[in-house]
């Protein structure tokens, strides 16, 4: 595999709270998956971030979210499928009116937290992001886990399924990944998770927690922009997918940088 997309999880601060450096992120990933205000990031924030992407040349994502700000959106919401339909068009719309005003557009969309990890196997919820994006724009892709449900039901929908690799994260012997409270959830070598993520490119397995390989595949790896050392992390990826070769663009194609 000669091209990658690199994606970080950004513009996640709220008021007074200021989460990960989105300025350093943005110079070292390909695509931003931009909070949308549902999880986190309020209208300055999602504003910021979107035109910094644009100067920059990064494609934006909509990571949409559970309506859970005191949570973070890592508690999982019991949502009617209708209902959870609306909140991302909801979302949807509010990102892509910051994306207009950057000069650019809401280019792909991407579950947060505890609505990702529901998606993996709750086909309901899966099914009702899905025909968001479809009901929205069907030429937008959704990225999400390799064999879940959000893929299986976005390629039902007739839009673009993109499997993600998670260079920070430990996984399970199903392919999920590891709870944050378990051990083994986060990676913190970031010269450790470089060479786990070329392995995956070189091989297509990563290793389990449980010491076994798992088949993965995938399109775009994420970096969280939110996790210490998340810089440091994704500098040291960058530069062990150059030494393998990899060149890193957006999944998307090419973005176009503001003013151009």
């Given amino acids: ?54 100067r920059e040349g990064v494609a934006v994502g909509a990571q ?23 909140d991302v068009l909801y979302q949807l719309g509010a990102l892509e009116a910051m994306c207009r005003v950057a000069g650019s557009r809401v280019r ?3 579950p947060h937290g505890a609505l990702y990890n529901a998606t993996r196997t709750h086909t309901a919820q899966a099914r009702a992001v899905a ?29 673009r399924a993109v499997p993600e690799f998670f260079v920070d994260r430990g996984y399970t012997a199903e392919g999920a990944l590891v709870p944050r409270r378990e051990p083994g959830a986060l990676l913190e070598d970031a010269r450790e998770a470089s060479d786990r993520l070329v ?31 998340a810089v440091a992390m994704a500098t040291a990826v960058r530069e062990g997918l150059t030494r393998a070769g990899v060149t890193l663009a957006p999944f998307t194609g ?3 940088r503001a003013g151009t």
Wanted: a negative charge.
């Fill in 254 to 256: 090419p973005a176009t």
């Fill in 108 to 110: 792909y969309v991407k």
């Fill in 131 to 159: 025909e968001a994006v479809r009901a929205y724009d069907p030429s937008l892709p959704v990225l999400g886990l390799p064999g879940s449900e959000l893929l299986r039901a976005a390629e039902a929908a007739g839009l």
């Fill in 199 to 229: 392995r995956m490119l070189d091989e297509g397995v990563v290793r389990a927690v449980d010491g076994t390989d798992v088949a993965v595949r995938a399109e775009s790896a994420c970096v969280h922009g939110d996790s210490p050392g």
């Fill in 64 to 86: 949409v979210s559970y309506p859970d700000l005191r949570g973070f959106g890592r508690r999982f919401v019991d949502v009617e499928p209708a209902a959870l339909t609306d």
């Fill in 1 to 54: 595999m000669a091209v990658l997309d690199l994606n970080a999880d950004l513009g996640e601060s709220f008021g007074q709270w200021v989460l990960g450096d989105d300025e350093a992120m943005l110079g070292l990933v390909t695509s931003a998956n931009v909070a949308c205000g549902f999880h986190a990031g309020d209208p300055s924030t999602l504003r910021r971030s979107t035109a910094h992407a644009a």
